[in-house]
């Protein structure tokens, strides 16, 4: 017995060491054919996992599931609005704990690709930019400008510097591999001309002066300045060659799937494609490959972009929103991983030799000076399989499909051949009812009456509110003569609201008259319908909401958001323009204000209890609920279905936006075969684009969790019910 603990204590010793010796000081440095380690050439397998699309609490267990899916390294975005919401203030807290999420990255024994950008676009919030950066004097997003480049070096600098403090870049013993400055800047470097190609050689100076021992990375940037290696984005990166023959083939971003916006149905990436688009890669001599996702998360409080990107950021990754593993996309590509690391040797040692075995076939084999030897046997064909000779044999290939020889010989994998069980998801009721539903009507009545701002005209929506809340409102009044037509029977005026987005409701007197909505696709819209007015004067007032500030397009920040123009039809004298009217603004909603969303603020005023069964489905109308934290440690959600479109709040913190909108699209059958992009493959037509809402567990107490909802349009809350989600 005491041999044999000796002999479990040297394991547990060793195994320790081992891992630790990848994180010793390590030298990281590139040449033609991959990234090296301490001198080594590598295969790197990465995945994305931004830290705040999941908790802290979820941190380890989905990186320990990286590990085991093959993974090498964990890739991230650093997001500038989180860390520093108002100019000098810093948040690094929570799930802003980026230096906790390396660390426990490094914990695991894997590497670090950290894409400070600060540019991040990934359907977050103004693309990661913090709105007040929009207001500072003279600037101009993503170009040579000197008070936009000073705030990008600044915060550049505030992140590197606290990594050094760390220690966690590899030249001083960390996990950091790998760094990124600026993303996607092609499309806009091309359009700006030499604007663009000043701003890409500044950040690229200003990058590696900042001397972190690693090589940084520009994705999507074909003129990325050395000693920066430019990158690939996209489905398929095989045709993508970096800008100089003496740096390495890098992938930075595999799509592993596809967002998801209200609206919109859900897309899904066969995993057969994703492999073929991986193995082609790597054939053709890529050496580093990153999932993008390979978890994507929930899109919690206001952090989506888009706009109207809803609150999942699923992605059809392998490791699914909450945290679960999804099959056969991980299982499929964990073996696709340890195929390709047991060519390894070969990959990195030759270039390939490349040998037709037919019209749509090809080999394409690695061979090393030691006697290495690895080969990829490829068909191209969409529909049809293939027989093919190579070194003596008969291969079959599926269509679509690449087949792995580590030895030259034997097939060790076939990216159209799946061997992992499929699996399902089930979402199923629990026991914790919710308890004595209460209600608490926003307060519309008074708006304009005590408004800190009034304007001749119609304000942009955003210079107004500058993104503290979704919600404006805009408010003024029209008087109506009581010998007006239509006061007598005559048909009711039209109102006709112009939008820039991203949505809208109506209220006359008072009382609700009508919604419109935008789309990713076109933002702005009309409202226009009638209105129900009387003789005197009549309250006009309109709230504008945005869902999400947008992510990407050049010089975004210039995009308006918010009510353009409104003239009202239908009256004696035709139409009036109440346009340049006096209006009122009122940010937020009350109940915002007085932050009925926290245990604290819901006390401070008088809730209506009432059978929510009984009661009309009421607009701009807060509820409130308490429940039990269920037992177990399955994953939790709350199913939305019964309500309209608004925010949840649990125990004051925000789950995100929630929208009941339905799926249009075209959800036929899907093949694996043939090029991907994301209208082939959908699910969801005819049903909420999003039903279940992320609650993290760590979020909730055993007792008395409070539960708060903002509905816009009318819902019935006694019918949300909090589910756990499982996989069968």
Request: hydrophobic content about 35%; some cysteine; glycine content about 10%.
């Amino acid at each position: 017995m005491e041999t044999s603990s000796v002999s479990k204590l040297l394991i547990l010793f060793f195994t320790a060491l081992l891992v630790s010796s990848k994180l010793i000081k390590c030298s990281i440095t590139y040449d033609k054919k991959a990234i090296l380690i301490n001198g080594q050439r590598r295969i790197l397998i990465s995945g994305s996992i931004h830290y705040p699309r999941s908790t802290p609490e979820m941190w380890e267990d989905l990186i320990k599931k990286a590990r085991h899916g093959g993974l090498d390294v964990i890739d991230t975005y650093v997001f500038w609005n989180g860390h520093e919401p108002s100019p000098g203030n810093y948040n690094f807290k929570g799930r802003y704990d980026l230096v906790r999420f390396i660390k426990t990255v490094q914990k695991m024994g894997l590497y670090v690709h950290l894409r400070i950008g600060p540019y991040v676009c990934a359907e977050w919030n103004f693309g990661g930019f913090p709105v007040w950066l929009k207001y500072v004097p003279g600037i101009s997003f993503r170009t040579d400008n000197e008070p936009f480049k000073r705030a990008m070096q600044r915060f550049t600098q505030k992140i590197v510097e606290m990594m050094k403090n760390e220690k966690l870049f590899a030249s001083q013993g960390g996990p950091i591999i790998l760094s990124q400055i600026e993303n996607e800047y092609g499309p806009e470097s091309k359009a700006l001309g030499a604007a663009g190609h000043a701003y890409i050689n500044w950040a690229a100076n200003m990058a590696v002066g900042l001397d972190t021992g690693v090589p940084w990375v520009m994705c999507k940037e074909d003129d990325a300045p050395d000693p920066i290696i430019n990158a690939c984005n996209g489905f398929y990166c095989d045709a993508f060659y970096p800008n100089k023959p003496y740096k390495p083939t890098l992938w930075t971003e595999a799509w592993s799937g596809w967002f998801t916006e209200f609206g919109g149905t859900i897309h899904h990436r066969p995993v057969q494609d994703l492999a073929f688009a991986v193995a082609r890669f790597i054939q053709k001599g890529g050496s580093y490959i990153n999932y993008y996702m390979y978890h994507g998360g929930t899109n919690f409080g206001r952090t989506a972009g888009g706009p109207f990107i809803t609150t999942s950021y699923d992605y059809d990754a392998p490791i699914d929103e909450y945290g679960l593993i999804r099959q056969p996309k991980y299982g499929h590509l964990k073996e696709l991983h340890r195929a390709i690391k047991l060519c390894e040797h070969a990959l990195v040692s030759s270039d390939p030799t490349v040998t037709s075995l037919g019209i749509y076939q090809q080999a394409h084999v690695f061979s090393s000076r030691q006697g290495s030897c690895a080969a990829f046997l490829s068909n191209y064909h969409t529909k049809s399989s293939a027989r093919v000779m190579f070194n003596n044999r008969q291969y079959k290939l599926p269509p679509w499909s690449i087949s792995i020889l580590p030895d030259c010989r034997n097939v060790v994998f076939n990216t159209a051949i799946v061997g992992v069980k499929t699996s399902h998801v089930q979402m199923s009721p629990m026991n914790s009812k919710m308890f004595s539903w209460e209600t608490y009507d926003e307060d519309i009545s008074s708006l304009g009456k005590s408004s800190r701002i009034t304007a001749s005209g119609l304000l942009e929506q955003m210079n107004v509110t500058r993104d503290t809340s979704d919600y404006l409102w805009y408010t003024t009044s029209v008087d109506i003569s009581p010998s007006e037509s239509f006061l007598r029977g005559g048909q009711k005026p039209t109102l006709n609201v112009f939008s820039a987005g991203h949505a809208l409701h109506v209220f006359i007197n008072g009382q609700f008259s009508g919604s419109a909505f935008g789309t990713r696709e076109n933002r702005g819209f009309t409202f226009m319908g009638p209105v129900n007015l009387r003789a005197g004067t009549n309250h006009i007032s309109l709230v504008s909401i945005s869902v999400g500030l947008p992510n990407v397009g050049r010089h975004y920040e210039t995009w308006k958001t918010g009510i353009l123009g409104v003239l009202l039809h239908g009256l004696d004298q035709g139409k009036k323009e109440l346009t340049w009217q006096k209006w009122s603004y009122q940010v937020g909603l009350k109940g915002e204000a007085m932050n009925l969303v926290s245990p604290d603020g819901a006390s401070s005023v008088e809730w209506i209890r009432c059978s929510l069964a009984t009661q009309s489905r009421q607009s701009m109308t807060w509820y409130r609920a308490y429940f039990d934290a269920p037992g177990g440690a399955e994953p939790l959600a709350l199913d939305m279905r019964s309500m309209g479109k608004g925010q949840v709040w649990i125990n004051g913190q925000s789950l995100g936006r929630y929208w009941m909108a339905y799926a249009k699209g075209d959800c036929g059958t899907c093949s694996h075969s043939g090029t991907f992009r994301p209208p082939k493959c959908q699910s969801g037509c005819g049903r909420p684009t999003q039903r279940w809402y992320h609650v993290p567990r760590s979020w909730l107490k055993q007792r008395q969790n409070l539960l708060v909802v903002f509905e816009e349009l009318g819902g019935d809350a006694s019918k949300i019910s909090l589910v756990r989600r499982s996989v069968l």
